[in-house]
């Protein structure tokens, strides 16, 4: 049962906590709430949340425990539900770098309890699926609110939805974990390019995870950005599982560099055409693509340096997409084609990176 529940809390602290601030940005957006740079820095606030509680656990994996993991749980719902106050764009900043700091606790520790698991793959491929439900869910969510309903109703609905997906995660046995280190000469080179390489995934990515719903928005299409939403979320279900028997019959490294490298293609299509088309096929490959990383990632990095990679890794990670943002908000002016470009260029390094840690 521990990795349906390890889902089910993925689901809440990535799927609804971290993502459902991207089907809402628009709504948001259109209701006057904010613009697109105060989207960006309210993004990266929650970014920035994410990476200080990963530095933390990467720092002190002793607090890695129940009572940790309980309280950052009840701090995601409470942040969400606050999220409704029309309070100031620096309010909403703070409530999302709660957030983030809560995501990234119970990030690390769902990941930890799938990595403990005596069958560590096949738990890390549910458990992980459970991110791509929770992104499903909020776009639904968003497209059923439609227009007919207002966005503090919205950040409402999502923090409920958090603390129902929450309620079987509490059960979790949480256990605090070691700080990596990698001993072996191999290992301390593999273990260097693959932080550079998922520090990588976390800048590029990061860009398409946020502003994609919000680029395909228009006039004319008032739904296409939220439904792209829940393509991405649906492709990103059973992704994780796809990738595993990748690893398997190949390697996690080379199922890591193909998961790049369609990801880098995802960032293209948005960056070179508007088209419904390619908007869908964007959206597939990302959901289908960013889940499964994460899942390779921490997997080779266990097998470099034990199950503290997860905690180091996601720090690198949580660095990448606090930049991310950032580093594209004074191209947002006049639409996001050169941002997802930037991503583009992002992920084929990330790509080339993680090429080398194949041939280590």
């Not at 191999?186 to 995934?201: D, H, I």
């Not at 191209?331 to 990330?350: E, Q, S």
């Amino acid at each position: 049962m521990s990795p349906l529940r390890a889902a089910s809390g993925l689901a809440a602290a990535m799927g609804v906590g971290r993502f459902a601030f991207t089907p809402l940005l628009p709504v948001m957006i259109g209701a006057g709430r904010l613009d697109a740079r105060a989207g960006a820095a309210v993004a990266a606030a929650n970014y920035a949340g994410y990476l200080l509680g990963a530095l933390l656990l990467a720092r002190r994996p002793d607090l890695n425990g129940r009572i940790a993991f309980h309280a950052s749980a009840a701090a995601l719902a409470l942040s969400e539900a606050l999220m409704a106050w029309p309070a100031p764009a620096a309010v909403a900043a703070a409530l999302r770098s709660i957030a983030g700091v809560a995501s990234a606790v119970l990030f690390i520790g769902c990941a930890s309890v799938a990595a403990g698991h005596e069958n560590r793959r096949r738990a890390a491929g549910i458990a992980f699926g459970g991110i791509g439900g929770g992104i499903a869910l909020t776009g639904i969510l968003a497209l059923i609110a439609g227009t007919s309903v207002s966005w503090q109703l919205m950040w409402l609905g999502a923090a409920t939805l958090t603390a129902l997906l929450l309620a079987p995660a509490l059960r979790l046995e949480v256990r605090p974990a070691t700080r990596a280190a990698a001993t072996a000469a191999r290992s301390v080179r593999a273990w260097r390019l693959l932080q550079g390489t998922y520090f990588l995934e976390g800048l590029g990515y990061i860009v398409i995870g946020t502003f994609l719903v919000a680029a395909l928005q228009s006039p004319g299409h008032h739904s296409l950005g939220t439904l792209t939403w829940v393509v991405v979320g649906i492709a990103a279900a059973p992704a994780t599982l796809l990738w595993d028997l990748v690893a398997r019959r190949r390697s996690p490294e080379t199922a890591l560099v193909l998961a790049l490298a369609l990801q880098c293609v995802s960032a293209i299509l948005p960056a070179i055409s508007t088209g419904v088309v390619s908007a869908l096929i964007s959206a597939a490959l990302f959901g289908a693509t960013f889940t499964g990383i994460t899942m390779l990632a921490i997997e080779v990095g266990g097998e470099l340096t034990g199950p503290g990679a997860a905690a180091t890794l996601t720090a690198g990670y949580g660095l990448g997409q606090v930049l991310g943002p950032l580093a594209v908000t004074p191209v947002l002016g006049d639409g996001y084609g050169t941002a997802f470009a930037i991503a583009a260029v992002i992920l084929a390094v990330a790509t080339a990176a993680a090429l080398l840690i194949r041939r280590t």
